[in-house]
């Protein structure tokens, strides 16, 4: 009986196929109607544009603003460009007139009328350059001052510094002339005057002694600078230093004084004639005989006392002779050298201006290219 009320009570337990074919239908449904990450995505989306469409629904006129301000600013860069390459241009077809005329007035026209432009810049340059063939140093120096000071970012800045630099060297101050090829150097790492910004900062440094730095200088200028114009210039240096300095020949003594000659005995007086006696009868004369005539003075003989003092002056006249030729040929000697010198210095000057010139020409070249 127990046995059967418990197999009763399992079969109630087990839902029928009934049952479970009816929760299955109702779980699909469940499962039907629940909405999936795509749906949900695109509701987010969906929302997510209404809202930035409502954004843009609000502020719709600042953001016409905004526009409008980014259009006009794009305009006026443009035309600021423009006007400013018609500045350069005019600037650059002014400054050619200027150095047409060669005259100072003219190029500070284009300094004034053209201010902060490259053609200005070039204007000053130009300028110093005129006063400086002029032999008006001074005024040339502070041309160039003026151009290192307001045109430091001009294409040829480190051509004004070199100018500077130049212009104390001649002058003597070597301090500031250092200072100005290290800046050009600094301007222009190696551009066509660095290399012999350093050529001279070794001229300087012979100047003051130190060779040691001078060797330097003049062999930075071309290890920095391979396939420079002034490597010849450098080596040459280099040789002559290794040579040194010529030795200065002393001036001869000038050779002893000739001996006195000696001095002529004065011719003694001749004496008076004596006053004729009265006439007295010719018995009475006394016959002349040869103890009463007077003694003729010895003659001296033609070269006693004068061989010694003609040796002695012949002799000195050699000695003078030599020491006149050895003088001449000391001279000749230093002046072969100092032309040289000159001729070498001439050389390193004319080449430095051939760089500045050339230098002055691609100027002209980035100018006319910036106003085209």
Do not use: C, W
């Amino acid at each position: 009986m127990a046995k059967k009320k418990k197999d009763r009570r399992n079969s109630e337990d087990i839902p029928s196929n009934e049952e479970i074919e009816k929760e299955l239908a109702e779980a699909e449904v469940v499962e039907a109607n629940k909405p999936s990450n795509t749906d949900l995505d695109d509701a987010m989306a969906e929302s997510q544009a209404s809202e930035v469409m409502s954004a843009i629904d609000k502020n719709r006129s600042m953001i016409l603003a905004l526009v409008a301000l980014v259009v006009l600013g794009v305009m006026a860069v443009l035309v600021l460009n423009q006007l400013k390459k018609n500045k350069h241009k005019e600037a650059g077809q002014a400054f050619s007139e200027a150095v047409a005329k060669n005259d100072i007035a003219a190029l500070d026209g284009v300094v004034v009328n053209h201010a902060g432009s490259v053609g200005a810049g070039n204007a000053l340059l130009s300028k110093a350059e005129l006063q400086i063939d002029q032999g008006k140093a001074q005024d040339a120096q502070a041309t160039l001052e003026k151009f290192t000071g307001e045109y430091a970012d001009h294409p040829r800045a480190a051509q004004g510094l070199f100018a500077l630099a130049n212009l104390h060297h001649v002058a003597g101050a070597g301090e500031k002339a250092k200072s100005y090829y290290e800046e050009t150097i600094a301007a222009q790492e190696d551009g066509e005057l660095t290399p012999l910004s350093r050529i001279r900062l070794g001229d300087l440094a012979l100047e003051a002694g130190d060779k040691d730095a001078a060797d330097q200088h003049y062999q930075d200028s071309y290890i920095k600078h391979p396939g420079n114009p002034f490597f010849a210039m450098a080596e040459e240096k280099l040789a002559l230093m290794k040579l040194g300095t010529p030795p200065v020949v002393d001036a001869p003594k000038p050779p002893p004084p000739p001996p006195a000659e000696p001095e002529k005995k004065a011719e003694e007086p001749k004496p008076a004639p004596a006053a004729k006696p009265a006439a007295a009868k010719p018995t009475d004369a006394p016959k002349p005989g040869n103890a009463d005539k007077p003694k003729a003075p010895a003659k001296p003989k033609a070269d006693g006392g004068k061989k010694a003092p003609a040796k002695a002056k012949a002799k000195a006249g050699n000695a003078i002779e030599k020491g006149k030729a050895k003088a001449k040929a000391a001279a000749k000697k230093a002046g072969e050298t100092g032309k040289k010198a000159g001729q070498k210095a001439k050389e390193a000057v004319k080449k430095g201006g051939n760089a500045l010139k050339k230098a002055a020409e691609k100027a002209g070249e980035a100018v006319k290219e910036a106003a085209e």
